[in-house]
């Protein structure tokens, strides 16, 4: 039985708002630093520091927001990378202002306002993130592989435990994982930067009105014109913020062994009969994804081949079943090819889709994954 397994901190350091540097250190399911609930249902539920007090336990006061500062911050930006950039440019913004800090607002409003600035800022110049089925048509496993788009372009994975609390409401939680999905964050960045965050404050953290137009220094008018119109372009797409994403039940683990063993096995009839007739199939950094059952057979027998005999490793990855891909390496043993997130249908029933994010230097660290198998 496959379960999503945790993943480890990513080597390295945490930077201090102070500039000195300590120790990544790895908490509950392998992120830095202490949880904290994601989804409250206002934003005035925290308490203020002791503004004065020393230094580490002033910083403590601040850490203890990352996982859901991270969270919105990547919802906002499309890109785990940046979010964590956006996070430690908040810290530090809030770590020089803390002195002056009044005490007015909660200290998370107060963070949220900071951290909404910094996406903004982030988001001015940058391109929209999207991914492959966003951008183009299906293509034939006859069509030829583009050269791809810069990482830039794509929406990029996230790992559960950066972004989502293991505690709270069961209920906060599984509308957190649902609103990190691929196909919601990428919905989300057809929307502009403030729209955004309106709809991410007020769908996704349940912010009142008038708590968002505060942090947005405008009117609740213009919060609810800014909602309505972002709730407009989520409905054409489908899409609920509020949806919660139902468990990883019995038939949903049945459903991922039987991935595991047909793709390792690389049996094409045991894949596509997992696979819904009009699942998408797409590789970042190429433009190019497939949908019909006989151009992922096709592609996975010619293109695709050097796949044949890989080993996949479980992680989670947006609130979905995710997998580390090791294909044979010449040279012996396993190395690294693609991190697989899993779109499986709700009832379990087969998947909806896969994305084959092929950047490995940069994700297998992110999410603890071997370097390669041996």
């Known amino acids: ?177 649902e609103s990190i999905r691929l196909a919601f964050v990428a919905a989300l960045q057809n929307l502009p930067p403030r729209q955004r965050a309106v709809l991410i404050l007020r769908e996704v953290l349940h912010w009142r009105a008038d708590e968002v137009a505060e942090l947005l220094e405008t009117t609740v008018a213009s919060v609810n014109s800014a909602l309505q119109r972002a709730r407009a372009t989520l409905g054409s797409r489908n899409l609920d913020a509020a949806e919660p994403a139902p468990p990883l039940d019995d038939a949903k683990q049945a459903l991922l062994d039987r991935y595991v063993q047909a793709f390792e096995s690389y049996d094409m009839s045991a894949l596509t009969s997992l696979l819904r007739e009009d699942a998408e199939w797409s590789m970042p950094p190429y433009e190019m994804w497939l949908q019909t059952h006989d151009d992922i057979v096709k592609w996975c027998l010619g293109p695709g081949s050097g796949c044949r005999d890989s080993r996949l490793i479980p992680t989670s990855a947006n609130g979905m079943p995710a997998f580390g891909q090791y294909k044979p390496d010449p040279a012996g043993g396993w190395a690294p090819w693609s991190l697989q997130v899993v779109d499986l249908e709700p009832d379990g029933s087969s998947i909806r889709a896969i994305t084959f994010f092929l950047d490995t230097p940069r994700f297998f660290p992110l999410f603890g994954l071997p370097p390669r198998l041996d």
């Open 1 to 177: 039985m496959l379960t999503a397994r945790g993943y480890a901190s990513r080597p390295g350091t945490v930077v201090h708002p102070t500039g000195h540097r300590a120790e990544a250190r790895s908490g509950p399911a392998g992120h830095n630093g202490p949880v904290t609930e994601l989804a409250q249902p206002s934003a005035a539920t925290s308490s203020v520091p002791t503004v004065g007090s020393p230094s580490d336990a002033a910083f403590a006061d601040l850490e203890r927001f990352r996982v859901e500062l991270t969270a919105y911050c990547y919802r906002m930006l499309g890109a785990a990378f940046e979010a964590e950039d956006a996070v430690q440019e908040t810290f530090i913004r809030a770590w020089r202002g803390l002195a002056s800090f009044e005490g007015r607002a909660s200290i998370r409003s107060w963070l949220y306002r900071i951290a909404t600035n910094v996406c903004l800022d982030m988001l001015g110049a940058s391109q929209r993130r999207a991914r492959p089925v966003d951008l183009n048509p299906a293509l034939s496993a006859d069509a030829p592989l583009d050269a791809g788009l810069p990482g830039t372009a794509w929406i990029e994975p996230v790992p559960d435990g950066r972004v989502v609390s293991g505690s709270g409401d069961p209920a906060d939680v599984a509308v957190a994982r």
